[in-house]
């Protein structure tokens, strides 16, 4: 059932390495400080839980966006203090039919994972995709979104991409 | 037992063969089994069974037919054990070689086959033949199911392995039929037998046999195909290992050297796919068929798997180490197949040789130098000829380069080619014959004669260069050259001599670089071991006064710049090598450690007391545990002891009023118990003795309270002592502690915990008790009497249940009293309950009965549990739930989880009021800890379902306990573990453990917001999709 790729030979990239954190016992652990929310969470949670972009698998492909490079840490701009969140991606291919997928998934993992003061801005890269500004409307109406996320068989769709995937 | 009567097999037969529901597998199998009971007893034959089945075995009923033929099928194959006539065996053997050909019912005739092909001696040649005949005529193995597939490889392997003859009078047509029957398998039990069919097969015929010639291609395509072994649904991996299968199709493949022209191309295109895990198999099968298919035929593929190897090895990074290690297995049975020819064509490798040339003006890249020195330590490690070859065509070049412009490509390969021809000596080598053989080598004697001007250029290398890299493969060069035994002809004694001085003075002199020194020092203890080893008579005085005599001289020479802890580091390090120099050191050290205790104590000197220090670390960490290891005896120990001692008894009018600094009387103390615990009860008297005299002289010198440094080894002393240790003079010891504990010295009521624990005599107990529970007026005697307590519940003394009482009383009726008494009590509990390193554990000989905590648990919960429920005062509720808290958190997992029904309410009512004080967060994390034990372990999970409601309250509220981000963190790990629970238990609470979670979402802590997203997630994925995002 599965129709043919469109793009069935992605360049594929690999994950970076993550610095290490501190943890309760380290010396320079401090109870009472607050740890920001930055680029590197965000990214994150696209790749662990609440650590956000790595994660989401392309609909199309088996691999992670990190792997493909759909999303990296510089694409990721963000606000603690003013709690706000824009994330540009470039689609593997410049006619991507599942940018959108791509794009409602990103949003989706970050809706579910950060506090809900944060506003959330999904952006394709300027350049990268054929109907970027139609895509980008779509992924930032609110009332679409929404709507999307009330039609059971793409919220499946969602929910499949952001299975964690345990390698 | 009217079942196993003969009348009623026929109804038994009828069970079986009815093919209805009504009747179970399970009947059936009964049925089955009491047929196969009454023909064992005899009680029936096969012959009257044969006949009364008769018309089940030969109507034109299909599923009846199939039924009876499969019921006598088993028979058989249960009668297995059971020696049957000649004749009733070639008519059966007849009937199911005949039914091979009547599809419908064919599992029985596979089954009844095999069973009777597998009683070997009573199967003719004739009946075989048939057997195989009609399998060949009627049998479309592929077009079966998996099992009937899998029954007929077990009929050909059969009759492989019990009829080799039968089989080799028809060759061509069996063969043929192998083909046929493996071809396009794809189960893998099925496939696991295919390829000990070929192996097998390719066994039997013998290697000039022309059917297996002709048909080998045709074989080897089918076999090729499954190469490698790759399972794209992971399920399968269940059934049959993907190793099993592997290693099954390599030994298929090397079966038969017929294979190699169509096996070699193959593996080798293999090889050059981008696949690791294909890359790593591949090389595995070449390993293993080169040796199989022998160099006459492996010859003509040398220059091919030469080129690919080695595109392998310079491309496998230092990550792909399965890849180079598998290669280099490859290479190494290739150079040992043929000795000539591959070596050549290494040495004659226009990248090698460049790369090699080109050392010294270019830089090339780090990992084709790795690759190159593997590959010629590889290849020169095999055989003594290729050494040779190696050596003459690089090494005098080597050592030019190295000798000219030392860097890190030159002296890495050097080095490589050095620990090469090592262990090629040692293999070869040893005390025996060979050796003269060995020396006269030519790679022996370039050695030798290059020797003096290699040693001279690392030498260099290690004391010019800049790079990190650059010295290290120097170190490692003269280690390697100083390993060679003393058999060995290529390295002389003044070379030897000359190293290990120069070891030396970079231990002394060359300090700042920690890298080096480091691996200098470890190369010393390594040369140093290996001639102990093996004894070599010749070179251990060198090493003696050079290495051993040096280093001794270190600890009290002044004048040296070498930091103290080097020193220290360094003698210890040489000293583990043998008894003989510990020995010397030993003694040096305990001079050391005397000097600079006298001067710490007289003039309370900084620098003494640092140096002594890191001598008693040593002494702890190195020296006590060698001896413990080696198990010789407890002299040094005991020796140790007293020395610090007599030291004590001779400056003890001094340092009256000096203040000891306290981290030195900390390591003072430690190494004393260490050393005290290590030696012999006999020596432990002593040593008590000694001390003890001290001690009370100090009393009668200054009648007033001796030195803290005085009492605090003493109780050390007594806390190390074992249990058989004699005391002479107990009252007046226990007179001291009790004392001294009352003053604040918390050292002495571990000594007490520790003599009630191995020393109980029921009267001095009484006393102290009475003498501490008396006043009992300030804290420093309730942390006695719980050490006290701990010490008897240890050995599983009775009295302790009146220290218990006495606290549990103390906080039911003193409310009113001053809250710091209170916790303190409280906190014995933990004293009682926990594991202590201080004192009181193996280590330090204590008593210990097993499940103690498990009986004091059982005693003290029930008490506590009453006295919560009736206590009306808020301040003894909070002390009794903190005391509640140190036992439940210190009790065994599976002691909680007895109690856990009874337990969890309380629990929960202990987390919420300890989460007030913010004092109390240590406690409130272990009780979460125990809370989060019993939600995870199977057995609690009863007692949480029922209390589902109480429990996620309090967690919600925990998820937001601002004072420590481990409980926040734990809290949101139970509440996503909670989500797993039976679903109807949980779903009404999803809204408010989501709510709660938004805000964890918010936390300020990272990892916390990690665990709020899983959890969310977990809770979110228990209900619909339709959670609020």
Not at chain 2, 110 to 117: F, K, N, Q, S
Request: overall charge negative.
């Amino acid at each position: 059932m599965a129709p043919a790729l469109i793009n069935a030979n992605p360049v594929v990239y690999e994950k970076k390495e993550r610095p290490a954190r501190s943890r309760p016992g380290d010396a320079d652990f401090n109870e009472y400080a607050a740890d920001i929310i930055d680029q590197l969470e965000i990214f994150d949670i696209l790749s662990t839980f609440l650590h956000h972009i790595r994660d989401i698998k392309d609909p199309e492909h088996p691999y992670s966006l990190e792997e493909l490079k759909v999303i990296t840490e510089d694409a990721i701009e963000v606000d603690d203090k003013r709690s706000y969140v824009r994330v540009t991606f470039t689609p593997t291919v410049e006619h991507c039919s599942m940018a959108t997928v791509i794009g409602l998934c990103l949003r989706v993992k970050l809706m579910r994972s950060l506090p809900s003061r944060f506003k959330v801005d999904i952006k394709v890269a300027p350049g990268t995709h054929a109907t970027e500004d139609a895509v980008n409307k779509q992924l930032n109406d609110k009332e679409r979104v929404a709507a999307a996320l009330e039609n059971p068989n793409l919220v499946d769709m969602v929910d499949e991409c952001l299975t964690p995937s345990y390698e | 037992m009217a079942d196993s009567t003969p009348i009623n097999f026929v109804k038994h037969i009828e069970t079986y063969v009815d093919s209805s529901s009504s009747k179970s597998p399970a009947h059936q199998d009964a049925s089955l089994d009491a047929i196969a009971k009454l023909l064992m007893n005899d009680m029936i034959t096969l012959e009257s069974l044969v006949r009364e089945m008769g018309m089940y075995l030969t109507t034109t009923d299909n599923i009846i037919r199939a039924r009876g033929i499969l019921l006598l099928a088993e028979l058989l194959t249960r009668l297995s054990s059971k020696s049957l006539e000649n004749a009733t065996i070639h008519s059966l053997i007849g009937f199911f070689a005949e039914r091979l050909s009547d599809w419908r019912a064919l599992r029985g005739a596979l089954v009844g086959c095999l069973a009777l092909m597998k009683r070997k001696g009573d199967i003719s040649k004739s009946d075989a033949t048939a057997v195989a005949q009609s399998f060949m005529q009627n049998l479309q193995v592929q077009s079966l199911g998996q099992h009937d597939r899998k029954l007929c490889f077990e009929i050909l392997e059969c009759l492989i392995d019990c009829y080799p003859d039968t089989v080799m009078t028809m060759e061509d047509d069996f063969v043929y039929v192998i083909c046929e029957a493996i071809d396009g398998e794809k189960d893998p039990q099925c496939l696991l037998l295919t390829f000990h069919l070929v192996e097998i097969v390719a066994h039997l015929y013998p290697d000039s046999s022309n059917s297996l010639a002709s048909y080998a291609e045709d074989l080897f395509n089918i076999l090729g195909s499954y190469f490698p072994i790759h399972f794209t649904h992971p399920k399968g991996e269940d059934d049959v290992k993907r190793e099993e299968l592997s290693r099954a199709l390599m030994l298929a493949f090397a079966s038969t050297p017929l294979f190699e022209p169509f096996a070699i191309p193959l593996l080798l295109e293999k090889l050059s796919s981008s696949l690791p895990s294909s890359k790593v198999e591949s090389l595995k099968y070449l390993s293993y068929c080169t040796v199989k298919y022998g160099p006459h035929r492996m010859l003509q593929h040398f220059e091919l798997l030469w080129s690919s190897l080695k595109d392998t090895i310079f491309s496998s990074g230092q990550s792909d180490n399965k890849i180079a290690s598998e290669s280099l297995i490859l290479l190494k049975n290739l150079i040992q197949q043929d000795d000539g020819k591959l070596v050549n064509l290494i040495l004659n490798d226009a990248d090698i040789t460049s790369t090699l040339k080109s050392l010294n003006t270019t830089v090339p890249d780090q990992q084709r130098i790795n690759a190159i020195g593997r590959i010629l330590h590889v290849s020169a490690t095999s055989s003594i000829a290729s050494c040779n070859a190696i050596f003459q065509s690089f090494f005098s070049d080597l050592v030019t380069q190295v000798s000219d412009r030392p860097n890190f490509g030159c002296l890495y390969i050097c080095v490589e080619l050095l620990s090469a021809c090592r262990s090629l000596f040692m293999n070869h080598g040893g005390p025996t014959s060979l050796n003269h053989n060995n020396n006269e080598q030519p790679w022996c004697i370039m050695l030798h004669s290059l020797c003096d001007k290699l040693t001279s250029s690392l030498v260099k290398s290690i004391k010019e260069s800049s790079e990190d890299a650059c010295s290290q493969s120097g170190v490692e060069g003269l280690k390697i050259l100083a390993l060679f035994p003393g058999s060995f002809m290529g390295v002389s004694k003044v070379i030897f001599e000359s190293i290990l001085v120069e070891f030396v003075s970079i231990i002394v002199f060359k300090f700042d670089n920690g890298v080096l020194w480091g691996s200098v020092l470890k190369a010393l203890s390594e040369i140093g071991s290996f001639i102990e080893e093996s004894h070599d008579f010749e070179k251990i005085p060198s090493f003696d006064v050079i290495v051993v005599e040096k280093m001794v001289g270190l600890l009290s020479d002044d004048d040296s710049s070498m930091p103290f802890s080097l020193k220290v580091k360094a003698v210890s390090e040489i000293g583990t090598i043998n008894l003989k120099y510990m020995m010397k050191i030993v003694e040096e050290l305990n001079k050391s450690v005397i000097t600079s205790l006298h001067k710490s104590w007289i003039d309370g000197n900084s620098k003494s007391a640092e140096h002594a220090m890191l001598l008693l670390e040593c002494y702890d960490n190195k020296v006590l545990p060698w001896f413990q290891n080696v198990n010789i005896s407890d002299d040094v120990a005991t020796n140790f002891a007293l020395k610090i001692w007599e030291q004590i008894e001779e400056d003890i009018t001094l340092f009256s009023d000096t203040h000891v600094e306290k981290k030195l009387l900390e390591a003072t103390t430690d190494t004393m118990k260490n050393a005290v615990a290590s030696c012999s009860s006999e020596n432990q008297t002593k040593i008590l003795d000694k001390s003890f005299t001290i001690l009370s002289s100090t009393f009668k010198v200054k009648k007033s309270n001796p030195v803290n440094l005085i009492i605090s080894l003493f109780d050390s002393v007594i806390i190390a002592l074992h249990p058989k240790t004699h005391v002479k003079n107990p009252k007046i010891i226990l007179q001291i502690l009790t004392e001294s504990l009352t003053n604040g010295h918390i050292p002495s009521s571990h000594a007490l915990g520790s003599f009630f624990n191995k020393i109980p005599s029921k009267e001095s107990i009484d006393i102290s008790f009475i003498q501490l529970t008396k006043s009992c007026s300030n804290v420093n005697e309730i942390v006695g009497l719980s050490w006290m307590g701990k010490g008897l519940v240890m050995r599983g003394d009775e009295k302790v249940k009146d220290v218990i009482m006495f606290f549990l009383d103390f906080l039911i009726s003193n409310s009113s009293q001053d809250q710091e008494m209170m916790r303190a009590v409280a906190d014995s509990f933990s004293v009682m309950m926990s594991d202590s390193e201080k004192c009181l554990n193996k280590k330090l000989h204590a008593v210990i009965k097993p499940l103690y905590k498990q009986r004091l648990f059982s005693i003290v919960v029930p008490i506590l549990q009453s006295s919560i429920v009736k206590s009306d005062s808020v301040i003894t509720r909070s002390m009794l739930h903190r005391a509640l808290a140190h036992v439940i958190s210190n009790a065994p997992l599976s002691a909680v989880l007895g109690e856990a029904k009874k337990l969890i309410a309380l629990m929960l009512d202990g987390l919420t009021i300890l989460s007030e004080d913010v004092e109390n967060r240590d406690i409130l994390y272990n009780l979460l800890l125990v809370l989060s034990g019993i939600l995870t372990d199977k057995n609690g999970e009863e007692a949480i379902v029922e209390n589902v409601y109480i429990i996620v309250r309090c967690l919600s509220k925990l998820v937001a306990y601002p004072h420590m981000m481990l409980v926040r963190e734990t809290a949101i790990q139970c509440l996503t573990a909670m989500s797993e629970l039976p679903y109807a238990r949980v779903y009404p609470f999803r809204q408010e453990v989501v709510q709660a979670l938004s805000k964890a979402l918010d936390d300020s802590k990272r990892s916390v917001r990690q665990e709020a997203v899983k959890c969310r997630q977990a809770w979110a994925s228990i209900s619909s999709r339709s959670l609020h995002i």
